[in-house]
């Protein structure tokens, strides 16, 4: 059989060079296990593993609070507020106006530091037993005072006794996404530093005529979407750090 020729071969001295360096490498990673053991022992020992207790969220009683106080939204006039539960969670509902525009903007807070987005748009689909029409994704840039970010919502039209608007995204300090996973990433990479990224799930409903097509709002979704997420970080996120 043919030997497929590389067209390079070891000297003597490359091979004892090689052979070194795979020495030296098995010492350090023999070392970094040590390092690892060393700290994980007393870990162990004490019930403190990182990834069995992760940090809790400092001031979580103001994200809580939601469901029962709502949103203020600066360019809205509350008509009612409501608290409801909902898939063993509770809820908040607001009837928001301005002038003749009106929607209902659904809240729920993440209430344990533990608790992780799930199914929260299936419970509300199936609350109101909504048919829905393709959903597509919208990107809002958010500008703030000391930062910029975008929050990714995705939009679709529903009917049910009547024609609407679903907005949907899970928000957080300085960014949002209607993805779980966005926010599970973001928050494996808040642990690295043993901290958390609380979340909170919103859900716009705004009435639209049945002839409407989504696209022709955007503007309109664009701007809800803005203050509602600016309004999250004022009165409730930048609380957490206080």
């Known amino acids: 059989m043919n030997k497929i020729k590389l067209g390079w071969q070891p000297s003597k001295n490359q091979n004892q060079t090689l052979k070194y360096f795979s020495f ?66 509770e809820w908040s509902a607001q009837l928001l106006q301005k002038q003749e525009q009106s929607l209902v ?38 500008q703030e005072q000391s930062s910029s970010y975008s ?38 990479g808040a642990q690295l530093k043993r901290q958390r990224l609380p979340w909170i799930a919103v859900s716009l409903k705004i009435p639209v005529e049945p002839n409407t097509v989504p696209k022709t709002k955007l503007s309109e979704i664009k701007a809800i979407v803005n203050e509602v997420q600016t309004s999250l970080e004022k009165q409730v996120f930048n609380r957490l750090q206080s």
């Open 24 to 89: 030296s490498q098995w010492i350090l990673l023999g070392f970094l296990l040590l390092l690892i053991i060393m700290g994980a022992i007393p870990n162990y020992l004490s019930n403190k593993w990182s990834w069995a207790q992760p940090p809790q969220i400092q001031n979580i009683k103001y994200i809580k609070n939601l469901s029962k106080t709502g949103l203020t939204l600066p360019s809205y006039q509350e008509v009612k507020q409501e608290q409801f539960s909902l898939g063993n969670q």
């Open 105 to 142: 903007l659904f809240l729920m807070p993440q209430d344990y530091y533990t608790n992780l987005p799930e199914t929260e748009w299936l419970d509300l689909k199936y609350l109101e037993n909504w048919k829905i029409d393709s959903q597509k994704n919208i990107t809002v840039p958010i």
């Open 151 to 188: 929050v990714v919502a995705r939009y679709f039209k529903a009917w049910a006794k009547t024609t609407f608007i679903i907005v949907q995204w899970y928000a957080w300090p300085s960014g949002g996404s209607y993805s779980s996973h966005d926010w599970f990433w973001q928050d494996q």
